[in-house]
């Protein structure tokens, strides 16, 4: 396998699942600032010009939820997806969806317009809105946590790295989560061995093989 991406944003995700499954892959990085990502060559492979891309075998997988979702049906092993049928993987479908759409979406909005967008198409008044409605859904996400150590049962499972990494990205773009038991849900996930080791592959400034044993 091997997967294009660049050190900042939702990269970070796709990686952390390869090595949650302990997958053998290539990490390519596309300098997006560099205008990378818009090269005839990435293009072939993503006409959209974004990362992560994922390609296994014949197949490119793009959309950093999709990624960890393929990752995690490949490898049922790792049990990322609670079995099919199961109340359990309803549920991780359930936050999978809204960390994606209530969450995520509303920081990319706010990133869009603090710095993403041409300084003519942004506004101001979007951020504090979007400031807002994250710290709405942001309660949610701690009261469905509770005190439990992963959000669908007993297992660490695709919508953990999901949530992980979008609590990162908020925290980032200081934000406050006012949850202390997401602070520490946060503090245990990011201390996971295969978080740190997708972390440090994230920083590698040009292409790595990643031969995991």
């Known amino acids: 396998m091997k997967l294009y991406g660049y050190r900042n ?5 796709a990686l952390w699942a390869l090595e949650e499954v302990a997958a ?22 993503n006409p959209a010009g974004k990362v992560p891309v994922l390609e296994d075998g014949g ?29 359990d993987r ?12 209530e969450l995520d979406a509303l920081l990319w909005t706010i ?23 994250f710290g709405v ?4 996400l701690a009261a469905g946590l509770g005190h439990r150590p992963y959000l669908v049962g007993d297992s660490f499972t695709v919508a953990d790295i999901l949530a992980g990494h ?12 006012d949850s202390d038991n997401l602070e520490k849900y946060l503090e ?15 920083a590698a400034p040009e292409s790595v093989s990643r031969d995991v044993m």
Request: proline share 6%.
């Open 24 to 45: 053998r892959y290539e990490y390519v990085e596309v300098d997006l600032f560099r205008g990378e990502g818009r090269q005839p060559w990435f293009l072939q492979i």
């Open 137 to 140: 859904a942001v309660k949610i």
């Open 90 to 101: 309803t549920a991780c479908y359930k936050w999978t969806s809204f960390i994606l759409t």
């Open 188 to 202: 245990e996930l990011t201390a996971r061995d295969a978080f740190r080791r997708a972390r440090q592959v994230a």
């Open 166 to 177: 979008t609590l990162l990205w908020a925290k980032s773009a200081r934000l406050p989560l």
């Open 9 to 13: 944003g939702r990269t970070l995700r």
């Open 59 to 87: 197949t490119v997988i793009t959309e950093s939820a999709a990624i960890c979702l393929h990752l995690a049906e490949k490898y049922p092993e790792t049990k990322l997806l609670p079995p099919a049928g199961t109340l």
């Open 111 to 133: 990133a869009k317009h603090r710095f993403g967008l041409p300084k003519e198409r942004r506004v101001p008044a979007v951020i504090e809105t979007a400031e807002w409605e």
